[in-house]
């Protein structure tokens, strides 16, 4: 939490992880990646008071400055046009796993 979104190239432990693979077009990953590097160049950051918001009974508006994980992939599921518009993106991260299976 507090540190900005990046880009990079991660592997990870699949023992630790239940991941999802989704088959998209690639204009749909070219737009995925342009949102990314947008919210890379203005500098947003992982917050946990947005994440609290998600789970939480507040109606806080939406700070475009700020992200959490599942947030951050939703809304980049979106703008690729792999969501519906009328995805919830504050979304937690059970729910959006159970969207996306």
């Not at 109606?59 to 959490?68: G, Q, R």
Request: glycine letters at 2%; aromatic letters at 6%.
């Amino acid at each position: 939490m507090g540190s900005p979104v990046v880009m990079k190239k991660r592997t990870f432990d699949d023992s630790h992880y239940t991941a999802v693979r989704l088959v998209v077009t690639e204009t749909q990953s070219h737009r995925a990646k342009a949102l990314c590097s947008q919210k890379v160049a203005r500098g947003v950051r992982f917050s946990s008071m947005q994440m609290l918001v998600c789970v939480s009974t507040w109606h806080a508006s939406d700070n475009p400055d700020f992200t959490f994980c599942s947030k951050l992939v939703a809304d980049v599921l979106v703008h690729a046009d792999v969501l519906p518009s009328t995805t919830n993106c504050h979304i937690t991260p059970s729910a959006l796993y159970r969207l996306l299976r």
